[in-house]
């Protein structure tokens, strides 16, 4: 896990690092790659969804809630599970907040002018906006409705929350399954979630392939030495998935190499060329 985390999880991509905070944020693209590299094939049985498109049954306001479990499982065997909810009603979808649109440009980049320069409104060229000053009575400003306001295109997110109470689901249980909790909460994925959709979008993380490992030339050694060899865990190198190997591989050649560490290798390339890799 101490490899695997050092050397295949990236910052940023595969969890998050909130300064102050004593544990990173595990991230849906390394949940992923925790589970695949562990063997677990995740399944997300419902346990409640509501959608009242209207209203109805929300005091007029639509409601939308996702409830998911999620099983990992490993040789078809049940190794751990999380669950995971999302609603329409959590802040950060129910609501919007919104800043005045200036009238000339039509960005959201006014600001109130400094009273030393004549107080107003100005529309703030260093946001972006073009320079356009109004009176401090003007009513195309003060008129505009600003702070937070109900997200009305809250219909534009169903799919949104469906897929997010499945992501919060899915870190749960790898957390639990793979005894990640040493390395990562889940508590801020959330928060390091909205951070970075604002600078740049996490892309949907299909499983990442396993990597490619060099055959070409491998000085091979005895089959059952190499699948005798054992990881931190004492598992076999011998029992592993082909994926799995791929991914040590990937980790233990990043690091100094040591003779021991070239026998890890060695033994992974042994194992791989031997299925035909
Ligand atoms: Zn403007």
Redesign the pocket.
């Known amino acids: 896990m101490k490899d695997f985390v050092g050397g295949v999880l990236k910052s940023k991509v595969d969890f998050g690092v909130i300064p102050g905070s004593d544990k990173p944020s595990l991230l849906k693209p390394g949940a992923e790659k925790l589970a695949s590299f562990f063997g677990l094939r995740p399944v997300f049985p419902i346990v409640e969804t509501i959608k009242d498109w209207t209203g109805v049954d929300h005091g007029g306001e639509p409601f939308f809630n996702f409830h998911y479990k999620c099983q990992l499982y490993r040789n078809g065997e049940l190794v751990g599970e999380g669950i995971g909810s999302c609603n329409s009603w959590e802040s950060k979808y129910r609501y919007r907040s919104s800043n005045r649109v200036?009238p000339?440009?039509g960005?959201e980049?006014i600001i109130k002018g400094k009273e030393e320069f004549g107080g107003g409104w100005l529309?703030y060229a260093k946001k972006g906006?073009?320079g356009?000053k109004f009176k401090d009575s003007d009513k195309s400003i003060i008129d505009q409705v600003t702070g937070k306001t109900k997200n009305v295109d809250i219909f534009d997110q169903v799919n949104t929350l469906d897929k997010m109470a499945q992501k919060r689901a899915l870190i749960a249980a790898v957390l639990i399954a793979t005894n990640a909790s040493d390395y990562f909460t889940q508590d801020i994925e959330d928060f390091i979630d909205v951070e970075y959709h604002e600078v740049e979008p996490i892309p949907v993380a299909q499983p990442e392939l396993a990597p490619e490992v060099p055959l070409d030339d491998v000085a091979e050694m005895p089959l059952e030495l190499a699948e005798s060899e054992k990881t931190s865990k004492g598992q076999l190198y011998g029992t592993l998935s082909t994926s799995t190997l791929s991914f040590m591989y990937k980790a233990i050649s990043g690091k100094p190499q040591t003779d021991e560490l070239q026998r890890k290798l060695t033994a992974i390339q042994t194992i791989l060329k031997h299925r035909g890799g």
Do not use: F, P
Request: with cysteine.
């Open positions: 200036c000339t440009c960005k980049t529309c906006g073009c356009a």
